[in-house]
């Protein structure tokens, strides 16, 4: 009896809904999540476990060896040398998040606030976006002839009888691994302050104004307050990619300074993938921990 | 609890760029008055409010609080505060805080100023709130927290820009009578933007009706309902019908206006030449469906709509080259004797019913 009448009842379904698929409503949220989750899985989540899984097995100079050790971790944190590298890599962090961050400021504030009208905020806003059109690393590599022995910077000032010889730490030096970062970073700076400080209403400025605040004072109890998730997004781009640096640390500094991932590229090329790995994944967790702590401090999730 | 200024407006004019926002208007606010600036959007009433309380430069003319000539002082050297459409709170503060941030900008100690704050909470019944922040408040509340800031600097006059507008229409009733009760208690000086002739009606001892950035009248509610001074205010209170047309004739101090239509409709004399061009006003609810007991009170219409509003009805008809004419009857009288959409009726007033507007001089 049972089976006659789901047969019918399936019939007459067939009948009355000719070609349509029905789909139970749960599996069709999932479904429509599914090729998210693919991509993330394949491209994020996958190749961060295999560099965990990786970061305990066995090496030598021939090959990899599937194993359980602490080894990799245990070099990595037992190495004075880590721990030097990772206090420089720290050491251009803060000083190019503080430096972006200034700037940065500024910047935004000068754009949203001092430019009237809509049509020259967005000018602007692009001209600060155009040197985006060209590649990190020529961009970078541009500074040479500027700041070299012989360079536009040494040559000018040795011409006007500034200076007696040329400045030698103008290049291949920690200074231009700043300076070249700064200039690489300032943008994920001045974007989203940019755009929380467009957000802020501006009656709330007016009233500021009412209760007798005078510019820096309204500059410091309404705008940067308000700013801070911008300048918190700012920071959590220039912090990730600074702490992930290699590029600029090996071209600028000419090789004397070192960064985390500089000494993760050498342990590769020296194919150490595990102590990479290991390394990679201490990088991580630091980094990690380092937004984490941004975001304990200012909340976010308004601006997103 | 302070003093209350006497606001005197001076020939004061607003020019953007190319366009004049206000022109050359010249009003003086009683001290201790509650005023309100009524007008449909972009007649000025904002920007006369926004240099009242400095925010908005002065392009001429001269403007004086209480003593002294305030034309070119900042917001905050006024001694007026200002309320804005939005409450304008600060997200990112505390109400306590908010409120006790102009005190802050003077110096005053965290614990003084703190303790003031809660005591103006306190006066506006929000004491209870003090720790939350703008956003965990209802409209109201938030209106409330506004005049506790707006009034923390003791200012001898309140500057509000359509403080309602952003409330439900029944809050809207509620805060209206609280801001009306808060101006008697503090005595000082109110001026107050809206676009609803209700709520001018019922808060304002002096009206300013606004148009074009010029002053269309300046009275007391009772004054700029009986008696309109133009047919821009008549239409804006929207209690009166405005009927147009030039003089033919005056007689016992009489004045006959004849429409486009040759209508001939009779009001009191206004000191008028014959030939101008008047506009007159008849009250909406002292027209009655009755013949015309005198030439010139009256006129035959068709009636175009008709609406039911409980204790009365309200009719609109075509004629006399308008083609809303309206009339409110009581209901017992429309019931009576109920006409229905396309009759024919014979419209009627009596002489004391019509005011003669005027025209402002350009």
């Known amino acids: 009896m049972a089976t006659i009448t789901t047969s019918q009842s399936g019939q007459i379904e067939t009948e009355t809904a000719p070609r349509r698929l029905v789909i139970p409503h749960g599996l069709a949220s999932h479904l429509q999540a599914t090729p998210l989750l693919l991509i993330l899985g394949f491209f994020f989540v996958l190749p961060i476990l295999t560099i965990v899984v990786v970061s305990f097995w066995d090496y030598d100079f021939a090959g990899l060896y599937p194993d359980f050790l602490t080894m990799n971790y245990a070099d990595t944190l037992g190495s004075w040398v880590t721990w030097k590298t990772y206090l420089n890599t720290l050491k251009f962090t803060v000083l190019v998040w503080a430096l972006t961050l200034s700037i940065g400021f500024w910047v935004a504030y000068f754009l949203a606030f001092h430019v009237r009208t809509t049509t020259m905020q967005m000018v602007l806003f692009l001209v600060c976006t155009v040197p985006f059109l060209t590649s990190n690393i020529i961009r970078m590599i541009s500074w040479i002839p500027v700041l070299g022995r012989n360079g536009l910077v040494n040559s000018t000032l040795i011409e006007l009888g500034l200076i007696p010889q040329p400045i030698e730490w103008l290049l291949y030096s920690d200074f231009a691994v700043v300076l070249a970062m700064v200039h690489l970073n300032t943008l994920f700076m001045v974007t989203p302050i940019f755009n929380t400080l467009m957000r802020i209403d501006r009656s709330l400025i007016e009233a500021a104004r009412d209760c007798g605040a005078s510019g820096g004072q309204i500059l410091w109890n309404v705008i940067l307050p308000l700013a801070k998730p911008g300048m918190a997004i700012g920071s959590i781009f220039v912090v990730t990619l600074v702490m992930a640096d290699f590029s600029t640390v090996q071209v600028m500094s000419g090789g004397q300074s070192a960064s985390v991932a500089l000494m993760m590229k050498n342990q590769m090329s020296l194919l150490q993938y595990p102590a990479a790995a290991a390394n990679a994944v201490v990088l991580l967790i630091v980094v990690l921990s380092m937004v984490a702590a941004i975001l304990r401090v200012v909340d976010i999730r308004k601006e997103l | ?362």
């Not at chain 2, 407006?9 to 009683?30: D, E, F, Q, R």
């Not at chain 2, 009733?173 to 809206?194: C, D, N, Y």
Request: hydrophobic content about 45%.
């Open chain 2, 1 to 362: 609890m302070s003093k209350a200024a006497e606001i005197d407006i001076v020939s004061v004019s607003k020019i953007y760029g190319s366009t004049t926002a206000v022109h050359s208007i010249s009003l003086k606010i009683p001290a201790g008055s509650y005023c309100c600036f009524l007008g449909p959007s972009g007649c000025g009433k904002t920007s006369t409010l926004r240099m009242i309380a400095g925010h908005e430069s002065i392009s001429s003319g001269d403007l004086r609080l209480g003593n002294v000539v305030v034309t070119d002082f900042p917001p905050a050297k006024r001694n007026t505060a200002m309320m804005f459409q939005s409450y304008a709170l600060f997200p990112h503060l505390d109400l306590v805080d908010n409120v006790a941030f102009s005190l802050k900008m003077k110096g005053v100690d965290r614990d003084a100023r703190r303790a003031k704050a809660l005591d103006m909470l306190k006066l506006m019944q929000m004491e209870a709130y003090g720790s939350r922040r703008p956003a965990q408040l209802s409209g109201g509340q938030q209106q409330r927290v506004a005049l506790a800031r707006a009034l923390i600097t003791e200012p001898e006059a309140l500057l509000l820009d359509e403080p309602l507008s952003a409330l439900d229409p029944f809050l809207k009733i509620r805060m209206r009578a609280e801001l009306k009760k808060l101006q008697k208690t503090l005595g000082i000086t109110f001026v107050h933007v809206t676009h609803s002739q209700e709520e001018a009606m019922a808060l304002a001892d002096l009206i300013v009706v606004m148009n074009n950035g010029r002053i269309e009248q300046a009275a007391a509610p009772r004054m700029v309902f009986e008696r309109p001074a133009t047919a821009f205010v008549a239409r804006f209170m929207g209690d009166h019908n405005v009927l147009s047309g030039k003089v033919r004739a005056i007689t016992d101090s009489i004045v006959e206006m004849e429409t486009a239509e040759g209508q001939v409709f009779a009001v009191r004399d206004i000191a008028q030449e014959i030939g101008r061009p008047i506009d007159i006003g008849i009250r909406t609810d002292r027209v009655r469906l009755d013949p015309p007991s005198d030439k010139g009170l009256g006129f035959q219409a068709v009636v175009s709509n008709i609406e039911y509003r409980g204790a009365s009805v309200k009719l609109t008809a075509i004629g006399a080259g308008s083609d809303d004419f309206t009339l409110i009857v009581s209901d017992s009288d429309y019931f009576r004797k109920p006409v229905s959409v396309g009759d024919a009726v014979s419209l009627s007033w009596t002489l004391e019913d019509v005011v003669p507007l005027g025209r402002l001089s350009a």
